[in-house]
């Protein structure tokens, strides 16, 4: 009996592996070797970018009913974020003060809402003040403590691209006034917003008090980013390239994931009653954050250079051959492929086994799961659905902005990079079934392999291209036919 | 008052969409007891629970748990208080483990392993498919679990929606059984369209229709009163009244 219900249970799996079993036998015999590999590996790449636009796609959608049209922006703004860190910081971390400032709020009205343990509430404000104390020595002393600055514009020319020089900043004496500024707007804020939601309750000096540790912490800290605004960017610059890319790849998705969180609590959250309004909201979204992309870094293509790591002259002949060398392309069974690409197939395949790790291993990812299947009786087990709704936000933010990043290398950084692989990741989510990861998974590794496959039919017998872009939508078609939820899709 | 009374709600309208639901919904469910209530499909049962739970929020009305107002509160803050729910139609969680939907029901870490053992011995079934996915176990077992995923965290109030529905004759009877001896340690209000089971296990019952409480009293003067039963739930009972 268990075992008929493996294959009932995993006939969809079954089935996707057998075709493209039956395929790529045909495909090999057909193409030779070469032909076939080399296609294979560009669908796999192009398979793990459309799977980490797709995941946190089928997640918000499965778990929250958001169809999200501005997740293409989430992975164009991270491609931004993470070529900027990787280029010139400068930008970013002169933006920083003003975005924590402008945070106060959120982080009153966060820590009111905190259970701080009394030890921490009745040291916090000596705390604070031994914090000022350093902020204050670190500005008296001036930060460059390193004396980064006298190298920094050494560490940008050898960089060698052409975006990496220190870009004139405002002058600080200005910067701060406005950072104040703000912050003082916010804290008034965090003190407006301490109130909790029920109106029948009187604010708590406890409650009050919770809130301006919460804005004090966040001054220091704002303190601190202004300092370092000039610092930080240098530092980073003097950084390994490899090291800066990785750290770039982090910070990518950590702000995507941060930006991600802000416009669900935001936007998303008070619309929940009216699914249209979401769906009108994400894609006036969409457009904003492409308009504010080309305010701040003009409608242009950039290219982002591969970390050195990928891109050494030469080829390795295996692998292994590569950890020393470090070459821009790699022998992959007698083919010639780029280094670069593989890295990306191994991003995809790590993301997938983290998110399988995360949902089914996790008291998070448990919820996910039966939430997916029945919201309101999760919030009835006393679980704060709201809360892991802007969790799975920001991770579908995060893992898309990570895609960006991961593309920004061999793809155009440009305002509408991302409206490509959005679509696509929505036909993967329809192909997977909606809600379930896996399933997006299957789903890109077929539209990646469609892709592939079927730019290389169009390139040998001089067919339109538009073969391969419309095989992925028949792909669809078949699939639906064959299983109204999608491969991996619950009926209800 | 509030002292003998765990939970009350005061003339509660609540709104699906545009429609009116429940038009003056009232109940008094006092400690260490069994309140059922009672009412022909579509009278508003299931919305009154939802309404109390908060997953439909009413819109006028007061509910008081515990001697504290909660409505509109969010869902999960209600919950939290301490209050249980096992919804109609066995909503378990399907596509997670026997094991996971009693570990998700934790409000505290440890608490599945503090209860396990009382689980398992109101439901045996459960100790032996704990690893098995739960679209695998048949109606009754599911039925079971969504009784024991009320019970991992401590709740003073047990909301249980048409718990018989479409189970054996045998297994109603162990069903029955359970929620007497439930009752023991927690309050209940329950949900029963099967007379026979709302007569033997209630203290007290209301009747709702269209939305509103029409009756309310002890259940042994209501066993008495045939007219009654047979105007107010009409033929969901008269099986009941033949028992
Ligand atoms: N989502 C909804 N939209 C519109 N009407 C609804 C919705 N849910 C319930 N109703 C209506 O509210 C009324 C009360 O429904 P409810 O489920 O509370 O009844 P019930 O007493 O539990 O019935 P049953 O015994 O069949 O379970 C019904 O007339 C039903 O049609
Ligand atoms: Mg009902």
Same mark, same amino acid.
């Given at each position: 009996m268990m075992r008929n219900n493996f294959f009932r249970d995993n006939a969809a799996l @079954? #089935?996707?592996? %057998?075709? @493209? &079993?039956?395929?790529?036998? *045909?495909g090999y015999t057909s193409m030779g070797q070469t032909a076939f590999v080399r296609t294979t590996l560009s669908g796999l790449t192009l398979g793990a970018l459309f799977f980490m636009v797709a995941a946190g796609l089928t997640l918000i959608f499965g778990l929250m009913d958001v169809l999200n049209f501005a997740h293409g922006a989430m992975f164009m703004l991270g491609a931004y974020l993470g070529w900027q860190f990787f280029t010139n910081p400068t930008f970013l971390f002169g933006l920083a003060p003003l975005i924590l400032a402008l945070l106060a709020p959120l982080f009153g009205w966060l820590f009111a809402r905190l259970e701080i343990p009394e030890a921490l509430q009745k040291s916090a404000p000596s705390l604070l003040g031994l914090a000022g104390v350093v902020v204050v020595f670190l500005a008296v002393r001036g930060l460059d403590i390193l004396d980064l600055a006298k190298t920094a514009m050494v560490a940008t020319m050898t960089a060698a691209d052409p975006l990496?020089?220190?870009t004139p900043q405002e002058a600080l004496s200005i910067f701060w006034l406005r950072t104040a500024g703000m912050f003082i707007a916010g804290a008034l804020l965090a003190m407006a917003t301490s109130r909790p939601g029920d109106k029948t309750r009187t604010v708590h000096t406890d409650q009050v008090r919770r809130a301006l540790i919460g804005a004090g912490v966040l001054l220091v800290f704002t303190i601190v980013a202004t300092l370092f605004r000039e610092a930080a960017p240098r530092a980073v610059l003097l950084w390994d390239a490899n090291l800066r890319f990785f750290a770039a790849l982090l910070v990518g998705a950590l702000l995507g994931a941060g930006i991600g969180g802000a416009i669900e609590v935001t936007l998303i959250r008070p619309l929940y009653v009216r699914p249209i309004y979401q769906v009108i909201v994400t894609l006036g979204l969409a457009y904003v954050l492409r308009e504010v992309i080309q305010l701040l870094w003009q409608p242009l293509a950039y290219q982002m250079s591969r970390p050195p790591l990928f891109s050494q002259p030469g080829k390795a002949e295996n692998i292994f051959e590569w950890?020393?060398?470090?070459? *821009?392309?790699v022998d992959v069974l007698g083919v010639t492929f780029p280094s670069y690409r593989l890295f990306i197939i191994l991003l995809g395949v790590l993301m997938l086994v983290a998110l399988a790790l995360l949902m089914n291993y996790t008291r998070l990812g448990m919820i996910?799961?039966?939430? *997916?299947?029945?919201? =309101?009786?999760?919030?009835? @087990?006393?679980?704060?659905? $709201?809360? %892991?709704?802007? @969790? %799975?936000?920001m991770l579908g933010a995060g893992l898309a902005a990570l895609g960006g990043i991961g593309a920004a290398p061999f793809i155009p950084v440009q305002p509408n990079m991302g409206d490509a692989? =959005?679509? $696509? &990741?929505?036909?993967?989510? *329809?192909? #997977?079934?909606m809600g379930s990861y896996g399933g997006a998974a299957i789903g890109a590794l077929l539209l990646g392999l469609a892709r592939a496959f079927g730019d290389y039919l169009a390139l040998k017998y001089s067919l339109s291209p538009a073969i391969a872009e419309a095989s992925t939508v028949i792909i669809m078609a078949i699939v639906l036919l064959v299983r109204p939820a999608g491969l991996f899709g619950r009926k209800e | 008052m509030g002292n003998d009374n765990i939970l009350e709600v005061e003339s509660i309208h609540t709104f699906i969409g545009q429609f009116h639901i429940l038009e003056g919904v009232s109940l008094q469910v006092p400690r260490s007891s069994i309140t059922v209530l009672l009412g022909r499909n579509g009278a508003g049962k299931t919305t009154t629970l939802k309404s109390i739970l908060g997953l439909t929020p009413p819109r006028h009305g007061v509910v008081r748990f515990d001697g504290q107002e909660i409505q509109g509160k969010p869902a999960y803050e209600i919950a939290a208080m301490g209050i249980g729910y096992v919804p109609e139609h066995r909503a378990i969680f399907r596509n997670l483990s026997v094991a996971e939907n009693l570990k998700? /029901?934790?409000?505290k870490k440890g608490d599945l392993d503090r209860k396990a053992d009382f689980i398992f011995s109101l439901f045996p079934d459960l100790k032996r498919l704990y690893r098995l996915p739960g679209n695998h176990l048949s109606g009754g077992q599911q039925q079971m679990l969504?009784? /024991?995923? /009320?019970?991992? /965290?401590d709740n003073q109030l047990l909301l249980i929606d048409e718990p018989s529905e479409g189970l054996a004759p045998i297994l109603i009877e162990q069903m029955m059984e359970t929620i007497r001896n439930l009752s023991a340690t927690t309050t209940v209000l329950l949900v029963e369209q099967n007379f026979i089971m709302a007569s033997q296990l209630a203290e007290n019952y209301y009747i709702l229709d269209d939305g509103k409480t029409v009756h309310q009293g002890k259940m042994a003067d209501l066993v008495q009163d045939k007219e009654l039963i047979h105007r107010m739930l009409g033929t969901a009972v008269r099986s009941g009244g033949a028992g």
């Amino acid at each position: 009996m268990m075992r008929n219900n493996f294959f009932r249970d995993n006939a969809a799996l @079954l #089935g996707v592996v %057998v075709i @493209l &079993a039956v395929l790529g036998v *045909v495909g090999y015999t057909s193409m030779g070797q070469t032909a076939f590999v080399r296609t294979t590996l560009s669908g796999l790449t192009l398979g793990a970018l459309f799977f980490m636009v797709a995941a946190g796609l089928t997640l918000i959608f499965g778990l929250m009913d958001v169809l999200n049209f501005a997740h293409g922006a989430m992975f164009m703004l991270g491609a931004y974020l993470g070529w900027q860190f990787f280029t010139n910081p400068t930008f970013l971390f002169g933006l920083a003060p003003l975005i924590l400032a402008l945070l106060a709020p959120l982080f009153g009205w966060l820590f009111a809402r905190l259970e701080i343990p009394e030890a921490l509430q009745k040291s916090a404000p000596s705390l604070l003040g031994l914090a000022g104390v350093v902020v204050v020595f670190l500005a008296v002393r001036g930060l460059d403590i390193l004396d980064l600055a006298k190298t920094a514009m050494v560490a940008t020319m050898t960089a060698a691209d052409p975006l990496a020089e220190a870009t004139p900043q405002e002058a600080l004496s200005i910067f701060w006034l406005r950072t104040a500024g703000m912050f003082i707007a916010g804290a008034l804020l965090a003190m407006a917003t301490s109130r909790p939601g029920d109106k029948t309750r009187t604010v708590h000096t406890d409650q009050v008090r919770r809130a301006l540790i919460g804005a004090g912490v966040l001054l220091v800290f704002t303190i601190v980013a202004t300092l370092f605004r000039e610092a930080a960017p240098r530092a980073v610059l003097l950084w390994d390239a490899n090291l800066r890319f990785f750290a770039a790849l982090l910070v990518g998705a950590l702000l995507g994931a941060g930006i991600g969180g802000a416009i669900e609590v935001t936007l998303i959250r008070p619309l929940y009653v009216r699914p249209i309004y979401q769906v009108i909201v994400t894609l006036g979204l969409a457009y904003v954050l492409r308009e504010v992309i080309q305010l701040l870094w003009q409608p242009l293509a950039y290219q982002m250079s591969r970390p050195p790591l990928f891109s050494q002259p030469g080829k390795a002949e295996n692998i292994f051959e590569w950890f020393r060398t470090n070459s *821009v392309t790699v022998d992959v069974l007698g083919v010639t492929f780029p280094s670069y690409r593989l890295f990306i197939i191994l991003l995809g395949v790590l993301m997938l086994v983290a998110l399988a790790l995360l949902m089914n291993y996790t008291r998070l990812g448990m919820i996910i799961r039966a939430g *997916v299947q029945d919201r =309101q009786m999760v919030e009835a @087990l006393g679980i704060n659905v $709201q809360r %892991v709704f802007t @969790l %799975v936000f920001m991770l579908g933010a995060g893992l898309a902005a990570l895609g960006g990043i991961g593309a920004a290398p061999f793809i155009p950084v440009q305002p509408n990079m991302g409206d490509a692989f =959005q679509l $696509q &990741a929505f036909i993967v989510v *329809v192909i #997977g079934g909606m809600g379930s990861y896996g399933g997006a998974a299957i789903g890109a590794l077929l539209l990646g392999l469609a892709r592939a496959f079927g730019d290389y039919l169009a390139l040998k017998y001089s067919l339109s291209p538009a073969i391969a872009e419309a095989s992925t939508v028949i792909i669809m078609a078949i699939v639906l036919l064959v299983r109204p939820a999608g491969l991996f899709g619950r009926k209800e | 008052m509030g002292n003998d009374n765990i939970l009350e709600v005061e003339s509660i309208h609540t709104f699906i969409g545009q429609f009116h639901i429940l038009e003056g919904v009232s109940l008094q469910v006092p400690r260490s007891s069994i309140t059922v209530l009672l009412g022909r499909n579509g009278a508003g049962k299931t919305t009154t629970l939802k309404s109390i739970l908060g997953l439909t929020p009413p819109r006028h009305g007061v509910v008081r748990f515990d001697g504290q107002e909660i409505q509109g509160k969010p869902a999960y803050e209600i919950a939290a208080m301490g209050i249980g729910y096992v919804p109609e139609h066995r909503a378990i969680f399907r596509n997670l483990s026997v094991a996971e939907n009693l570990k998700i /029901a934790e409000r505290k870490k440890g608490d599945l392993d503090r209860k396990a053992d009382f689980i398992f011995s109101l439901f045996p079934d459960l100790k032996r498919l704990y690893r098995l996915p739960g679209n695998h176990l048949s109606g009754g077992q599911q039925q079971m679990l969504a009784v /024991a995923r /009320a019970l991992v /965290a401590d709740n003073q109030l047990l909301l249980i929606d048409e718990p018989s529905e479409g189970l054996a004759p045998i297994l109603i009877e162990q069903m029955m059984e359970t929620i007497r001896n439930l009752s023991a340690t927690t309050t209940v209000l329950l949900v029963e369209q099967n007379f026979i089971m709302a007569s033997q296990l209630a203290e007290n019952y209301y009747i709702l229709d269209d939305g509103k409480t029409v009756h309310q009293g002890k259940m042994a003067d209501l066993v008495q009163d045939k007219e009654l039963i047979h105007r107010m739930l009409g033929t969901a009972v008269r099986s009941g009244g033949a028992g």
